[in-house]
């Protein structure tokens, strides 16, 4: 049979991996499609040296790609909104299947370009968009198709958890460890994406679709950063038994989907919380297999690439099929997808870490135990420390049972008019994952 025709628009990072992860392993990669795979035309802008793309056809025009009449399936690995989506969406017009590792792409156009793909009978496949290497979302949309999904909580961002990493294990400084993300390569182009939390966001919202069944919504996702957390935290947080991760949560409830990205305290034994560096681990829970973990390299050359080209397998094989009989791209049925509720974060509920810098008077813990009951808010345990030689004030520290988010912001303007309570209340939402 003749080889499928790639052509691969963006020849950097992932662009070059997956061409030699194809040239490498073209023999395996046929024994699994039934057919080869042979790129037939590269869209690059910049020449890359550390690609030797032979023979190739090469062509600086990435749209190009997409107007090829040999070419039947674009690898979209541009990045970003504009191009790429005008490339994808004009792949789709000329009946061409897409693979995308751009999670920014799905998480904002996906609902158009899916709605597209459909009305050709293409596939669009983006497993390379969340979690690199780990093949998270064929799990969630094939391997755990049975269940009722509960939640997704995962570390999905490699460059913010190897920033936590190294602030706990090394007592390092945000920006000294950001640097060296950056130098690594594993950062994204506007580090403020990794470190906010929009680049987890893009993913959480992949696999909130994916697991409830709901359209993508990428404007209604929470995003809170880690540029504020302190050393402090870090290793107050690590006496209490727990790590600080940065955490992307998807949860459904009945009154509707918690989709939310911050830091995180999870408990130091769960196997997610030993997950350091630039890995990624994501679990998810559901009603008939319960807890399950997937872990492995969250970016990278090669890992990234063994998700793109595990998409092209997957696309060769299916693409003779009859477009209804095909996985749907979100998982359920197009028709079948639910208007359940993204949650504002008002209205999600978890569990806090509280420190509280007070005068060292007696009576303080008395009046912010009666704030936090009066509102309902169960306590866990108090930790108090020693007085600080530089100010006399005494650090607080209180882990409370779930509660909703409005109910602890009105506890926490509360407890900041107190006289005796100085400075802004550090909060940290907890998460015990069982
Ligand atoms: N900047 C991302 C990360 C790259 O650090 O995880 C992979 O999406």
Redesign the pocket.
């Known amino acids: 049979m003749k080889p499928v025709k790639v052509g691969i628009c963006g020849l950097g990072t992932v662009g070059s991996g997956t061409f030699n992860v194809l040239k490498r392993n073209a023999e395996e990669i046929a024994r699994r499609a039934g057919r080869g795979i042979e790129v037939a035309q590269i869209a690059q802008r910049r020449p890359n040296p550390q690609c030797d793309t032979g023979s190739t056809p090469i062509t600086a025009e990435v749209l190009a790609v997409a107007d090829n009449p040999e070419i039947d399936v674009v690898v979209e690995l541009i990045g970003g909104y504009t191009l790429a989506r005008e490339l994808v969406l004009r792949a789709i017009a000329n009946g061409k299947h897409v693979v995308t590792a751009n ?1 920014a792409l799905i998480a904002v156009h996906g609902n158009e370009i899916f709605a597209k793909a459909r009305e050709q009978g293409v596939i669009v496949a983006f497993e390379a968009s969340v979690a ?1 290497g780990i093949p998270v979302i064929k799990a969630l949309r094939e391997g755990l198709a049975a269940n009722r999904i509960n939640w997704v909580a995962g570390i ?5 958890n ?1 920033i936590l990493s190294e602030m706990r294990e090394k007592g390092r400084t945000f920006p000294d460890v950001l640097a060296e ?1 950056q130098a690594l390569g ?3 182009a506007d580090p403020t ?2 470190v906010e939390g929009i ?1 987890a966001a893009h ?1 959480l919202t992949i696999l909130a679709s994916i697991a409830f069944g709901i359209p993508l919504q990428f404007d209604k996702a929470y995003t809170e950063g880690i540029t504020r957390l302190t050393t402090a935290d870090v290793g107050y947080a690590e006496a209490l038994g727990y790590r600080i991760k940065h955490l992307g949560v998807a949860r459904s409830t009945d009154q509707g989907i918690e989709l939310r990205v911050h830091p995180t305290l999870i408990p130091a034994d769960r196997l997610i919380a030993n997950v350091n560096g ?1 890995m ?1 681990a994501v679990m998810v829970n559901g009603d008939a297999v319960g807890s399950t973990l997937f872990y492995g390299a ?2 990278g050359q090669e890992p ?1 690439a063994s998700a793109v080209v595990a998409d092209l397998v997957d696309v060769v094989r299916a693409m003779t099929s009859d477009p209804e009989n095909r996985v749907p791209h979100l998982a359920f049925q197009p028709d079948a997808l639910s208007d359940h509720p993204v949650l504002s974060i008002e209205a999600c509920e978890s569990a806090y870490y509280l420190r509280i810098q007070a005068k060292d008077h007696p009576g303080v813990l008395a009046q912010v135990a009666s704030i936090l009951s009066a509102r309902g808010i169960n306590i866990e345990s108090i930790m108090q420390k020693e007085a600080e030689e530089h100010d006399g004030l005494v650090p607080m520290i209180l882990l409370t049972h779930r509660v909703t988010e409005r109910h602890m912001v009105e506890a926490i303007t509360a407890l900041e008019a107190l006289d005796d309570v100085v400075g802004d209340v550090v909060r940290i939402r907890v998460e015990h994952l069982n």
Request: glycine share 20%; no cysteine; net charge negative.
């Open positions: 999670k690199g999905i961002n490699g460059t913010g190897f993300a594993y950062a994204e994406f990794d680049d993913k630039v990624n969250g970016a990234t």
